[in-house]
């Protein structure tokens, strides 16, 4: 079974620009994660969708970060304009159902992809 | 503030060593503690603990948490090489929502040399 795709794998950008990651979840799994982990920190959810709608986006900085699922398959994570504090590894996960109140760091039944190591300079 | 406290921050070790790790803990509406294990990957889970003195063991990791002093430990006994890597403790606490809430500790960086 093929895993969570993510691309790229490094970007380095110069502040101010911006930058996509793209994430293809496991085929059927309706529920799709991002996640942002600081050097020295664990991992920070960002967004959840649940098919192509959007469950918890609390913790997105929204004047910078967008995200979408269109289609309920594929999603993207957009950066604009970066920030040096961007600089990060950027997670994707999905789970083939909502976790109900659990995170997928917690349930063997979700599942990450590689990850987007991202460099603001 | 909720908060998590890992202890050491970095560990360097001989292969056929022991080590202990050390998680505390300051965290209200307390669910469970995890442990992680971290490569150049996302992190891989490695235990859930809810109750106080009760082991868990897998392999040559154990580990077991302290409710009423608020702590964890997570043994390796016989590090190997492929145990090098960043444990991270997390705390779940229930503040309801769709997600709970994971607080984490910066993690042990461990270095296990043959």
């Known amino acids: 079974e093929a895993g969570v795709a993510q691309s790229p794998r490094y970007k380095i950008i110069e502040k101010r620009q911006s930058v996509a990651f793209w994430c293809n979840p496991i085929?059927?799994?309706?529920?799709l994660y991002w996640y942002q982990q600081i050097l020295g920190q664990g991992p920070k959810l960002l967004i959840q969708?649940?098919?192509?709608?959007?469950?918890?986006d609390s913790q997105l900085p929204k004047d910078r970060f967008s995200a979408e699922r269109l289609k309920g398959v594929d999603s993207t994570l957009k950066i604009q304009p970066a920030k040096l504090e961007d600089s990060a590894v950027y997670l994707c996960a999905s789970s083939p159902r909502s976790l109900e109140g659990r995170s997928p760091l917690m349930n063997t039944e979700a599942f990450f992809g590689q990850g987007t190591r991202l460099t603001v300079v | 503030e909720d908060k998590v406290v890992q202890s050491p921050l970095s560990l360097v070790v001989h292969e056929g060593d022991t080590v202990t790790l050390n998680c505390s803990y300051e965290v209200t509406n307390f669910r469970s503690l995890l442990w992680y294990k971290q490569e150049k990957k996302a992190p891989t889970f490695l235990f859930m603990l809810t109750s106080s003195g009760i082991e868990k063991k897998s392999g040559r990791l154990s580990s077991i948490l302290d409710k009423k002093e608020l702590f964890s430990i997570l043994n390796i006994t016989a590090t190997q090489t492929g145990d090098s890597a960043v444990y991270l403790c997390?705390?779940?606490?229930?503040?309801?929502?769709?997600?709970?809430?994971?607080?984490f500790g910066k993690g042990t960086k461990l270095s296990v040399k043959p």
């Open positions: 969708f649940q098919n192509n709608g959007v469950v918890d």
């Open positions: 997390a705390v779940e606490a229930n503040y309801g929502g769709s997600q709970g809430n994971l607080i």
């Open positions: 085929s059927g799994h309706a529920t």
